[in-house]
T-cell receptor, first 112, second 114 residues
Framework: TQLLEQSPQFLSIQEGENLTVYCNSS?????LQWYRQEPGEGPVLLVT?????EVKKLKRLTFQFGDARKDSSLHITAAQPGDTGLYLC????????????FGKGTMLLVSP | DAGVIQSPRHEVTEMGQEVTLRCKPI?????LFWYRQTMMRGLELLIY????????DSGMPEDRFSAKMPNASFSTLKIQPSEPRDSAVYFC????????????FGQGTRLTVV
């Protein structure tokens, strides 16, 4: 079983601060996705990273896939209240019938 | 497209009753997934279908849970009999090309069994 550990579990910060959340595993993934889930809604895909060492930017969000494709990080610059939500990472295995394995998520609260 | 549509949004039922959750996937998506989300266990895959055929139901907790997909536009997840420990948010998701590609989630059904 491939497990994804996310840290921290909870993060409460003030508007304008920077933050990084982590997604770690002992398993290698063929790709890794980051989702954001707002209260009362389903998760929505933010980004997919595929190549070891890959870095992707989405406005103030920077995503990095580890060189060994076992871990990933999400960095948010100058956080805003609209960034509040549950951030989930999900890894895909290498088999043809692979499905996504989700971490438990990091709950981020950004206060004005 | 309206996205993945789930019903009901909220369900409160008594222990022992049958519960049926419904899902309409995005048109043209070949894969449909049922997930359960709790604080303790996070988002767990229960079962998924490819072209209406169940592929992997190893995540279904026990025989009280069953899922069907009679056609490409409709799926149900049934719990009979329901128990308080089944209380959770149940999500349906669909994907166009594979179990490992982007999943499009519905808004979920919050189930409370009292």
């Amino acid at each position: 079983t491939q497990l994804l550990e996310q840290s921290p579990q909870f993060l409460s910060i003030q508007e304008g601060e920077n933050l990084t959340v982590y997604c770690n595993s002992s398993s290698v993934f063929s790709s890794l996705q980051w989702y954001r889930q707002e209260p009362g809604e389903g998760p929505v895909l933010l980004v997919t990273v595929v190549t070891g060492g890959e870095v992707k930017k989405l406005k103030r969000l920077t995503f990095q896939f580890g060189d060994a494709r076992k871990d990933s990080s999400l960095h948010i610059t100058a956080a805003q209240p609209g960034d509040t939500g549950l951030y989930l990472c999900a890894g895909a295995g290498n088999s043809g019938y692979s499905t996504l394995t989700f971490g438990k998520g990091t709950m981020l609260l950004v206060s004005p | 497209d309206a996205g993945v549509i789930q019903s009901p949004r909220h369900e409160v039922t008594e222990m022992g009753q049958e519960v049926t959750l419904r899902c309409k996937p995005i048109s043209g998506h070949d894969y449909l997934f049922w997930y359960r989300q709790t604080m303790m266990r996070g988002l767990e895959l229960l079962i998924y279908f490819n072209n209406n055929v169940p592929i992997d139901d190893s995540g279904m907790p026990e025989d009280r849970f069953s899922a069907k997909m009679p056609n490409a536009s409709f799926s149900t997840l049934k719990i009979q009999p329901s128990e308080p420990r089944d209380s959770a948010v149940y999500f349906c998701a669909s994907s166009p090309t594979g179990g490992y590609t982007e999943a499009f989630f519905g808004q979920g059904t919050r189930l409370t069994v009292v």
